[in-house]
């Protein structure tokens, strides 16, 4: 099972940007699917974006446009590029990781994100 850190939350503006990174434990390259969720409080945790192995993105309809999702096999790394934010935004975020063979989930320990002036 791959084990995953994430990185990079904090306080910001509305209007400001963060990038979040989510390091794993071994290679995900070709057979992992990597994604971020988030939950904020008193709510269900939410897909905001994923990213296939070829590199195939898709969004949740919030955060289309504002956040990018990419990934770099070579440093079993996975970025979440946020810009900007909303007070919507706030909330902990996750990395996931899907083994495709068997759709089987990691998830990290979660970074905060708050969204306020």
């Known amino acids: 099972q791959v084990q995953l850190v994430e990185s990079g939350g904090g306080l910001v503006q509305p209007g400001g940007s963060l990038r979040l990174s989510c390091a794993a434990s071994?290679?995900?390259?070709?057979?992992?699917?990597m994604g971020w969720y988030r939950q904020a409080p008193g709510k269900q945790r939410e897909l905001v974006a994923t990213i296939t192995s070829p590199g195939n993105t898709n969004y949740a309809d919030s955060v289309r446009g504002r956040f990018t999702i990419s990934r770099d096999n070579t440093k079993n790394t996975v970025y979440l590029q946020m810009n900007s934010l909303k007070p919507e935004d706030t909330a902990v975020y996750y990395c996931?990781?899907?083994?495709?063979?068997?759709?089987?989930?990691?998830w990290g320990q979660g970074t905060q994100v708050t969204v306020s002036s």
């Open positions: 996931n990781a899907r083994f495709v063979p068997t759709a089987r989930s990691s």
């Open positions: 071994k290679s995900i390259g070709g057979m992992y699917t």
